[in-house]
C-alpha cells in the first residue's frame, strides 16, 4: 500500500484565505519530504522540501511543518491565489527512491 | 532553457504493439526516473537510473524497458506485455540520487486504440 496520504481528497478555498494542505507518512526511517503541485496535463512543480532534522522551512509564501512524533507533514499556502488551484502531493524519501500520496486537489474560489 | 522534455505528448498503441516513449534533459543531471500516474492517484515508480549505463526496477517494472546510453536520455519502452498501459507517463531527474528534488517533463499520455 502507499506509506504517503493526504488527509483530504478535495479542498476549497476563498481567494485571499490562507490553505493548509496536510499529509500523513507511515515509514518512521523516511528523512526527507517533498512538497509539488501539478496543474492539469501537466508534470508536477516543486514547491519546497524539507530533511528530517528540520521542523519547519519558509519558501515564497509557502511554510512546510514536518510533525515526526506524528508523522505528519503540511503545506500552508498564504494568501490563496486563484493560480494556486491544482493537485498537491506530498512525497516522502529516504535513499534514491520518492513515495508519492494520491493528491489533494485545491480549488480557489473567487 | 534547461528542462526536461517528453515526446510525444499523445501517443496511441495498438494490441500487442510495443511503444517508446521519448525523455531528454540538458540539465546535466545524473539520476533520470520514470512514473506512471493513473487518474485521481499519485505518481508510482517504473525505473530509475542514477548513472548512465546502469538502471533499476521500481514498483511496477513489469512489462517496461529501459536504457541509459547517454546521460541526457532514458528512454521508456511500454511493451506489449503491459496488459494495462493506459495512463499518464512522466519522467523526471535529479542532479544525483538520493534526497533532493526531481524535476518533471510535462508527461506523455498513452491511450490503447
Known amino acids: 500500500g502507499e506509506s504517503v496520504g493526504l488527509h483530504l481528497p478535495t479542498l476549497s478555498v476563498q481567494e485571499g484565505d490562507n490553505s493548509i494542505i496536510n499529509c500523513a507518512y507511515s515509514n518512521s526511517a523516511s528523512d526527507y519530504f517533498i512538497w509539488y503541485k501539478q496543474e492539469s496535463g501537466k508534470g508536477p512543480q516543486f514547491i519546497i522540501d524539507i530533511r528530517s532534522n528540520m521542523d519547519k522551512r519558509q519558501g515564497q509564501r509557502v511554510t512546510v511543518l514536518l510533525n515526526k512524533t506524528v508523522k505528519h507533514l503540511s503545506l500552508q499556502i498564504a494568501a490563496t491565489q486563484p493560480g494556486d488551484s491544482a493537485v498537491y502531493f506530498c512525497?516522502?524519501?529516504?535513499?534514491?527512491?520518492?513515495?508519492f500520496g494520491a493528491g489533494t486537489t485545491v480549488t480557489v474560489r473567487a | 532553457d534547461g528542462g526536461i522534455t517528453q515526446s510525444p505528448k499523445y501517443l496511441f498503441r495498438k494490441e500487442g504493439q510495443n511503444v517508446t516513449l521519448s525523455c531528454e534533459q540538458n540539465l546535466n543531471h545524473d539520476a533520470m526516473y520514470w512514473y506512471r500516474q493513473d487518474p485521481g492517484q499519485g505518481l508510482r515508480l517504473i525505473y530509475y537510473?542514477?548513472?548512465?549505463?546502469?538502471?533499476q526496477k521500481g514498483d511496477i517494472a513489469e512489462g517496461y524497458s529501459v536504457s541509459r546510453e547517454k546521460k541526457e536520455s532514458f528512454p521508456l519502452t511500454v511493451t506489449s506485455a503491459q496488459k494495462n498501459p493506459t495512463a499518464f507517463y512522466l519522467c523526471?531527474?535529479?542532479?544525483?540520487?538520493?534526497?533532493?528534488?526531481?524535476?518533471f517533463g510535462d508527461g506523455t499520455r498513452l491511450s490503447i486504440l
Open positions: 512525497a516522502e524519501g529516504g535513499d534514491y527512491k520518492l513515495s
Open positions: 537510473s542514477q548513472i548512465v549505463n546502469d538502471f
Open positions: 523526471a531527474s535529479s542532479v544525483s540520487g538520493g534526497n533532493q528534488p526531481q524535476h
